[in-house]
């Protein structure tokens, strides 16, 4: 599937994604073009391009972006994430901490949201014939299960559900246990 937007979005992902790369950040795809990255292939259309990076990396990942052209939104708590637009393209940097048992976790009104070990490794997804890194299956299946659970969460949409099944199929051919039911 390419539309447009989708080409646009494609190429934010890739100027993204090189700026922090030269500003030595570390940034994760996640939300549907996370998904996407995982299966390799765009599957449908998305409003915004979503990237977890390292709390110790916010503010040099948006001044970085910044620098390189991108307009910072005063939209969202600073110390949770930050919004962005560059060329056409909105994007977020959403902000975790790593804990000493190895899972991490956001601050702020999604504190209690909990990603599993190996949320945020080295092993890349693929986007437009290119490796980008891309949150874990398994930890993008853990936020979409915990989500209507949530002090601010709410139901999953259509589109959740089936991210669910996807997640879940993308597991099970790795052979990885998809954390139950819910």
């Known amino acids: 599937m390419s539309s447009e937007k989708a080409d646009e979005q494609l190429a934010g992902i890739h100027e993204v994604l090189e700026v922090l ?15 996407d ?4 292939r ?27 052209g991108a307009v910072l939104l005063d939209t969202q708590p600073p110390e949770e994430s930050r919004e962005f637009t560059w060329n ?5 940097t959403a902000y975790f901490d790593a804990h000493p048992d190895g899972t991490f976790r956001p601050r702020g009104r999604w504190s209690d949201w909990v990603f599993p070990t190996g949320s945020f490794g080295d092993v ?15 930890g993008m299946l853990a936020m979409k299960q915990q ?14 559900v089936r991210d669910i099944a996807t997640l879940r199929e993308l597991l099970a051919r790795q052979g990885t246990p998809t954390g139950g039911d819910r």
């Open 21 to 35: 790369r030269r500003a030595a950040v570390r940034a994760w795809l996640f939300g549907g073009w996370g998904l």
């Open 37 to 40: 990255a995982r299966i390799g």
């Open 42 to 68: 765009i599957t449908r259309e998305h409003g915004d391009v979503e990237l977890w990076v390292e709390r110790s990396d916010s503010e040099h990942a948006t001044a970085a972006l910044v620098e390189a």
């Open 88 to 92: 056409g393209v909105a994007f977020s």
């Open 124 to 138: 890349p997804g693929e986007l437009g014939g290119r490796a980008v890194p891309a949150m874990s299956a398994a």
């Open 147 to 160: 989500f209507p659970g949530l002090r601010n969460g709410r139901p999953w949409r259509p589109k959740d």
